[in-house]
């Protein structure tokens, strides 16, 4: 099983990113789905889930209303579609497999990827 995130990088606020993480190992849709963060000198945070068999989206209240996540079955990968980024969303990102709602539980976890957002 692997899980590769990509698409993170430098960023003004105000800015938008999306984040990809493919999976191999596993299909994509039959998962509970989630993105996780974790911030310099913090601990991990929930951001938002999907969840199996094109279910439901959950979103944190830090990030509801800014934030998308979607899945693309054919290809196997999630997505993070970030807009109207703030310092605040400074973290690396990971995606993951599995227990949907915790940030510090999973049944895999991919390596993260940086996002910065600064001016």
């Known amino acids: 099983v692997q899980l590769v995130e990509s698409g993170g990088g430098l960023v003004q606020p105000g800015g938008s990113l999306r984040l990809s993480c493919a999976v191999s190992?596993?299909?994509?849709?039959?998962?509970?789905m989630k993105w996780v963060r974790q911030a310099p000198g913090k601990g991990l945070e929930w951001v938002s889930c999907i969840k199996a068999f094109g279910g439901d989206k959950y979103f944190s209240d830090s990030v509801k209303g800014r934030f998308t996540i979607s899945g693309d079955n054919a290809k196997n990968t999630l997505y993070l579609q970030m807009n109207s980024l703030k310092s605040d969303d400074t973290a690396v990102y990971y995606c993951a497999a599995g227990i949907p709602f915790s940030p510090t539980a999973w049944t895999w976890r991919g390596q993260g990827t940086q996002v910065t957002v600064t001016s």
């Open positions: 190992g596993f299909t994509l849709n039959v998962h509970d």
